[in-house]
């Protein structure tokens, strides 16, 4: 172990609910102490998502602690030694310390302990196996904060025993890669995620999902699916995936541009759609990854959106007609998608899709009441004549208002009646 070194405490640290945590928690010299991502991501000076906190202390004796605070206790893991504290507003996972006393690739049984190395020694990369106290010293048994000073992922220990206790590693690995890596990935690391492609059929397909999902989002997304495609890991876990590393890169390039210039923030479902090209629906992803229906649906309509091409970016009028016709959403994937596959018009493509987040659909004035009001029977004509002068509108880029359409309406009854 190295010597024990130290943060300032980030505010999350010793924010009320934490200092009310750690109180309960360690009552009586009980040690407690933030670990993994937390500790990490404060090192790096990064607000963590989760906060997870580990002590010596069973899970019953965790339990008991949390209730004598008059603190909520969830056993939402206790087989695994976690339980969850919630502290309004904010809520913590506590774990005993464990070992491991069997594992299959997919779950462990584990046996809880008292040693804090034992318990690192267990956990994936040295980057995750990061301890510290309230005060912000740190214990790191795996020198992970060397490796996270030098952009390594590492395992812990010998990397094959570490991913056939979890074949969820191979994933994690390149996730971390992604966002903490710098240069080429571990080789030793790599290999063994590269030796363990055929057994990554034993991952159900939700535990999948949720990892390729947080890497698409990573704006270093293209790469790390680069390497997983050389090692064989992309084909593993999505066989319809047919990976265009540069456009790819452009689409994470484009939308990263837009969020900078007032428009949406970076979303991973185009990319997905983009890893997806060729295929011509969203089902066989969709049951794979255990999507929800309204992912699924959302998959589904960017596979299905028509072609867009540079005209579109400089005709204003085709433009606010296929806004009107997609939506907003639609519209704007649509360009960054086509502009990702064909380098059409980098700038108009960023500039018409800032405009289609901040665009309000206009209101079309006529209804089917007033066809029926000019006379016409109730039946396909009305509906086809309403949409005739919809159109009309929409190519008169939404100008006329309900007056100037009924004049357009009459004038079509006039039309009708000389026929």
Known sequence: M????????PDWMTAAPTRSLLAALGAGGASVRFVGGCVRDAILGLRPADIDVATPETPDAVIRRLEKAKLKAVPTGIEHGTVTAVVPP????????????????????VAFGTDWAEDAARRDFTINALYADAEGRLYDFTDGRADLAAGIVRFIGDPAQRVAEDYLR??????????????????????????????????????????????????????????????????????????????????????????????????????????????????????????????????????????FDAGLLQDESAFRAALYRLGAE??????????????????????????????QRPVFPLRGADILAAGFSPGPTVSALLNELESWWVEAGFAPDREACLQRLRERVQLTDSD
């Open 330 to 359: 639609r519209c704007r994937d649509g360009l960054l998608l086509a502009d990702a596959r064909q380098a059409v018009d980098e700038g108009a493509a960023i500039a018409h899709a800032v405009a289609a987040t901040n665009w």
């Open 90 to 109: 904010a809520t913590f996972q506590v774990t005993t310390l464990r070992q491991d006393v069997a594992t299959d690739g997919r779950h462990a049984t």
């Open 170 to 307: 191979v994933l994690r690995f390149f996730r971390f890669h992604a966002r903490f890596g710098k240069g080429a990935p571990d080789a030793v690391a790599l290999a063994a995620c590269a030796a363990a492609v055929d057994r990554l059929d034993r991952l159900s397909g939700e535990r999948i999902r949720d990892e390729l999902l947080k890497i698409l989002i990573l704006p270093n997304a293209a790469d790390a699916l680069a390497l997983m495609q050389q090692s064989g890991v992309l084909a593993a876990v999505l066989p319809q995936a047919q990976l265009d590393v540069p456009a790819l890169a452009r689409l994470i390039r484009l939308q990263a541009a837009v969020a900078n210039a007032g428009g949406a923030d970076p979303d991973l479902w185009p990319r997905l759609a983009l890893l997806l090209d060729g295929n011509t629906g969203a089902d066989a992803v969709a049951d794979r990854l255990k999507l929800s229906n309204a992912q699924r649906l959302r998959l589904d309509g960017l596979l299905s959106l028509p072609a």
């Open 2 to 9: 190295t010597q024990p070194d130290r943060i300032i405490p």
